[in-house]
């Protein structure tokens, strides 16, 4: 399957189609993994004819419309990786850390010994680490304060985002709202349901 890119993209009209989740054998169309039953929507990238499905973390980036991406997700400058394989590396520290009985929320508090937990904390700073290079080059780490930008360029400036806004990503933070409930516990449940992924598999990560 030929993945397909991503923009950091604004839908004000929400062009999402929530309402008719595909099977949750679905692959996502833009980082390949299974998109799971929660958030893989059908989704209609701007230009695109057919509809495409996303898994929650590749579907963030092209909703900074979301009322609670600044709680989802923060901008990172990271040129020398693409936005699907940082989601990718992100999904990855994700269920290890579940597999080990943690929250995945970039803020909870590990609850075991922290060396059995340090290269997946390191991965995870290092990446977070790059906030600030976002905020000297964009002006802002906000995703909520980049959308509203993208919102003010005209078509043609918006139509080249992907040029100027080349090297900015949106890091996930480990939480995805619906509504006011978060659900991204059980997506990465899914995901670690598909990789039988147990605490035994991660010795290396100690
Ligand atoms: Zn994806």
Redesign the pocket.
């Known amino acids: 399957m030929a993945l397909q890119a991503i923009t950091l993209s604004i839908d004000p009209i929400f062009s999402c189609d929530l309402a008719t989740p595909p099977d949750s054998d679905a692959a ?6 299974a ?1 799971g039953r929660w958030a893989g929507h059908r989704y209609l990238p701007a230009g695109f004819q057919s509809s495409a499905t ?6 963030l980036p092209q909703h900074l419309e979301r009322p609670r991406i600044d709680e989802e997700a923060v901008l990172v400058w990271l040129p020398e990786i693409s936005q ?1 394989a940082l ?2 590396t992100m999904r990855e520290i994700h269920v290890a850390l579940q597999a080990l009985g943690e929250d995945v929320h970039a803020d909870a508090v590990f609850r075991t010994r922290p060396f059995a937990l340090s290269n997946l904390y390191y991965a995870r700073a290092v990446l977070a680490d790059r906030r600030g290079a976002a905020e000297a080059r964009a002006g802002t780490a906000s995703p909520r304060e980049l959308g509203m930008a993208l919102l003010e360029l005209s078509p043609a400036a918006y139509l080249r985002r992907g040029e100027l806004l080349d090297g900015l990503r949106l890091l996930p933070l480990g939480q995805f709202f619906e509504g006011e409930l978060d659900i991204y516990p059980e997506i990465v449940g899914f995901w670690r349901e598909r990789a039988k992924i147990t605490p035994t598999h991660l010795n290396g990560a100690r």
């Open positions: 996502c169309a833009f980082c390949g993994a998109a996303a898994c929650a973390l590749c579907h699907p989601n990718a």
